[in-house]
């Protein structure tokens, strides 16, 4: 294991203990459970990958009870073409597990196989209000572009809540553009078990302190990587060949110091290449820097494009692997399906009989019926 797996590990998971504590800390005991989502929006580009997914697999692999699930009801929030979506939906489940997920290991579904999750966000729904969500800064950005603004785009934190709250998760990995739909999270499981009893644990966020594990964009690294970029150049995809690879990163924007060094705040280009650098080679930013000595940049280039090649050539082979399999893929999803059905149906069986949604089922009402006569 390389150090500097075990560096950003260790802060990742310092940082999540520290929150276990807090939460313990005169509330309910609630076991320790992760729970992510991914829109399938096709390939993921190595930001994607680096920032968060590698990370999924490291809370697998340090035996967390961990739930990820490819979130194509959020992705229709948008509108999407049903061929792309299945396609991009199968895509995403590859590469999940091309990258490393394991469905022995961790529950991996798609969530429109879950028809708990739309159910339980109408309920949570109904305990929101309008003027919390058109408040939230996500919205506001992604509204301001349209004339007309979907429904579902308004609404979709609250579906991200039920996400979260239906499998009574504790933890959630999240980048800081997703803290106040975490919040949101938080806010409506408190309003629900100060309504209805103690029914959800209040989840809390896993983010790496460690900034130097963030991605930037390889045309202008003052932003994150993006694949939204108009410059197709500004971001390494996990299906890129080594030649698109290696052409990425030749034309990345550094600077004009020829000089291989690390200084995120004034030499944020090369920064970046030894970022990415130091996250696949598993070298920290000083050893490689060392490494560097006599290079100039443009030659320090061709370094981390080896570096680069050498780390996603299997996860693409094994992507292309997947593709071809697309029944064995689609018997991933439908095991992963029925596991978190299982979760997810107890959860709900317990809301709406707080909430009063009860069912008459015969054996039910009988109770019902016994109860008011024993007035």
Known sequence: ?????????????????????????????????IFSGVQPTGALHIGNYLGAIKRWVDLQNAGE????????????????????LRQNSLQMAATLLACGIDPSKATLFLQSGVPQHAELSWILGCMTTMARLT???????????????????YIYPVLQA???????????????DQIQHLQMAQSLARAFNNRFGTTFPSCHPIISDDTSCRVKSLRDPTKKMSKSDPDPKACIMLTDSPKA?????????????????????SRPGVANLITIHSLVSGSTPQQICEAAKGL????????????????????????????????????????????????????????????????????????????????
Not at 316 to 327: G, K, V
Not at 330 to 356: P, S, Y
């Open 1 to 33: 294991m390389n150090r500097r797996f075990i560096c950003c590990t260790s802060k990742l998971l310092q940082f999540t203990h520290r929150n276990a504590s807090t939460q313990s800390q005169g509330s309910p005991s609630w076991p320790r459970k």
């Open 65 to 84: 009870d961990v739930t990820y699930c490819i979130v194509d009801l959020h992705s229709i929030t948008l509108p999407q073409d049903p061929e792309v």
């Open 135 to 153: 408040h939230l800064a996500q919205y506001k950005e992604k509204s301001g572009k349209l004339k007309e603004v979907p429904l579902g785009l």
């Open 162 to 176: 039920a996400d979260i709250m239906l499998y009574k998760a504790t933890h959630v990995p999240v980048g800081e």
């Open 245 to 265: 690879i290696i052409e990425k990163l030749k034309k990345s924007v550094t600077d004009f110091t020829s000089e291989v060094t690390f200084d995120p705040e």
């Open 296 to 375: 100039n940049t443009g030659q320090y280039k061709q370094h981390v494009a080896d570096a680069v090649v050498e780390h996603l050539n299997p996860i693409r082979d094994n992507i292309e692997r997947y593709m071809a399999d697309p029944d064995y893929l689609a018997g991933v999803i439908e095991e992963g399906c029925e596991r978190a059905k299982a979760i997810a149906e107890k959860t709900l069986i317990e809301v709406k009989d707080k909430v009063g949604m009860n069912g008459f089922s015969l054996a039910r009402t009988q109770r019902l019926l016994n109860e008011m006569k024993g007035k």
